[in-house]
């Protein structure tokens, strides 16, 4: 594990409820088509339910030959990144994906322990079921995160001082993260699996620095539109004017 994965997994789970930016100490900082047109899809399947993986790491829906290419860094345990998907997401899925215009990628930036087991568990089932659950840690994100935030300072010791190897499966079964996807098909073996998967650990490290040295991101959520860091947008009424731009 990376030294800035155990950071995250040891430290930030004291920072969990502090906000989103990307230090965590709170506010809102910041398959080839061929050539199909953009209103059909590869095996005519809707743009909507066209998921891949991408090779930078993220899960792409819809044309990856559209127009625009809208790219969101998020992290599952910050409410403002909530906010975005409960307001934002279902018409961009509907209105904007749909047509094959413009195509939607997430990827992970991860600000703490908790947002790491989420993160690891939600990417690990590949990426058909990886937007539902997205929605699933977005619309219960009060219920899964709040076990972590009561963790005795004994029990955030103990976890410290386990093996890096064993740092975020245990932290996740403190927290409660095992019930919880267990509710949602993913059992205790898959549970252990995908939290100790090192390759995985890493990618969403890489993640994080994309999002601070490639793209300038200095919080969560942060928008790229065809490679361009948007700046000072974090909601969907600043952000959708600009798609509508980029569209023209």
């Excluded at 749909?98 to 989420?118: I, K, M, Q, T, W």
Aim: glycine content about 8%.
């Amino acid at each position: 594990m990376s030294k800035s994965a155990r950071v995250a997994v040891v430290v930030g789970i004291l920072a969990l409820v502090a906000g989103c930016d990307a230090e965590a100490n709170g506010g809102a900082a910041a398959a080839a088509t061929g050539g199909k047109a953009a209103g059909q899809s590869s095996a005519t399947k809707p743009w909507t339910e066209v998921v891949t993986a991408t090779p930078e790491g993220g899960f792409r829906m819809g044309n990856p030959n559209a127009k625009v290419k809208l790219l969101e860094f998020a992290s599952l345990t910050c409410p403002h990144c909530k906010d975005f998907h409960e307001s934002a997401f279902s018409t961009i899925k509907a209105k904007y994906v749909a047509s094959g215009d413009v195509s939607y990628e997430f990827r992970n930036f991860v600000l703490n322990g908790p947002d790491y087991a989420a993160s690891l568990l939600a990417r690990c089932q590949g990426a058909g079921p990886f937007f539902g659950l997205l929605k699933a840690f977005f619309d219960d994100q009060a219920s899964w995160v709040e076990p972590f935030t009561t963790l005795s300072p004994d029990e955030q010791k103990r976890l410290g001082g386990l093996p890096q190897d064993q740092q975020i499966a245990a932290m996740a079964a403190a927290g409660k993260l095992d019930e919880y996807v267990r509710a949602r098909g993913i059992t205790k073996a898959k549970f252990d699996q995908c939290l100790t998967d090192p390759a995985a650990i890493k990618t969403l490290a890489d993640l994080r620095t994309q999002a601070t040295d490639t793209y300038k991101l200095t919080g969560t959520p942060g928008f790229i539109i065809n490679g361009k860091t948007q700046a000072e947008v974090f909601d969907w009424q600043t952000l959708e004017p600009k798609l509508q731009a980029a569209l023209n």
